[in-house]
């Protein structure tokens, strides 16, 4: 019997998981994402070629993986059918190569979701999540408030009344609100998506993973988001609407926690946050500027400008704790490349005692950042192939930072593209 290895993002989201997915899917039979929804914009970027995927696992390149939409993800299926529209004219389809399965009990994303999620966005101005307004958190509440629509119910004779039921629960909240919105153009969208979607092998993904390791074979969850944006865990409101955590791997596919194998947990070598709430280490000046624009900071999914700032170590403690991650990635080391200095953050200080671990109190009171200088290596390292030939500077970051978070760093990304990758230990 095998176990699913699990890889999740150890910060706010954008930490490259779709590329590194894709580097990692040879080395595996099945790719099944777990959570979240189209507010994942994963890019993966390979022969020239860059790719956006929303709902679809990383692993759909690779010729031989399989790849699983998971019970615990929200489906658009307006957004689902555009993504299988692109990768058919670019070339690769998944369906007519049977390489997609979506899960009957994953919960759809019903347009007046995403109203829900705009009125509620606009009500409340400037205290608003910057959610990614697809409808995330709605279509989540339906779920765990047991009014929600599935896969599964598609086929179902019924399906339209129930449609109809649920929307008019939606108008009913929507009357409330200061908000217009015309409904027949995105509805027709959506029942064309619907009757596309039928055409993808519905499964059920707790049998289909299962049997999956009884064969022996390999499976890969991918995460979506990050730890800091967990329901539970995360900056509290600002958060997701989903267990981003080892745990959502779990409930989000069906697997018991002993069937867990690896946890690669992925970071950049600096930090960025997408949308409001708290971010500690956060550069607001010309220095977060600069990361922006080497790293190209701007939402795969939405365009927004991402704010960035230095790697924060107690909170990624505190997400290598959660996760129980047994191997870290480092993406982007190349955007540190220009720098004479770079920093970490080791503690904070807040309300009047240095700590090392993310405070309760982290959105009234913000903590001050306790901040280490490291020389940096002012090297260009996109084109380093070799382990031997990174930098000296740039190593002694990576033992410094394996030294503080006490796992050991595996793979070293140094640009965008599949080939960029390096395997460290
Ligand atoms: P994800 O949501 O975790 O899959 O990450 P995103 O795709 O939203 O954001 C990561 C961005 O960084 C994408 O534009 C990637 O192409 C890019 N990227 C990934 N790894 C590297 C890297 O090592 N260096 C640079 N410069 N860009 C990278
Ligand atoms: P990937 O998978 C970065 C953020 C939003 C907002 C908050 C809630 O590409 O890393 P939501 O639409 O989920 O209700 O928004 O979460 N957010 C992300 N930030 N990367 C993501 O996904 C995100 N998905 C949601 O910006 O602050
Ligand atoms: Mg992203």
Redesign the pocket.
Known sequence: MTQVDVLL?LQ????G??KIVDVLSPQYDLIARFQ??P????TLEFDGKKFVLNTIPSGIFNEKTMNLIGNGVVIDPIILKRELDNLKTAGHDPIAKGKLVIARKAHLILPTHQLL?AANEQKMGKDK?????????PTYMDKTGRNGLRVGDTTLPDFKERYNRLVEKHKEILSHYDFEYDLREKEAAFFEAIDFIKNIPHVDSEHFVNGYLKEGKTVLAE????TL?DVDFGSYP?????NTTTAGACTGLGIAPNKVGSVYGIFKAYC??????PFPTELDDEVGETLRQVGHEF????G?A?RCGWIDLPALKYAIMLNGVTELIMMKADVLDGFDTIYACTHYEHNGETIDYMPYDIITVKPKPVLKAIAGWKTDVTKVSKVADIPAKLSEYIAFLEKELEVPVKYLSVGPDRVQTLILN
């Open positions: 993002g706010w989201g954008d930490e998981k779709g979240g929804g507010n994942a914009g994963h999620d999540i910057g959610s990614t307004l697809k409808g995330i958190g995460g979506a988001q990050g944006l600002f958060v997701t609407s989903s960025t946050r997408v949308g409001g709430g939402g795969a999914t939405t927004r991402r």
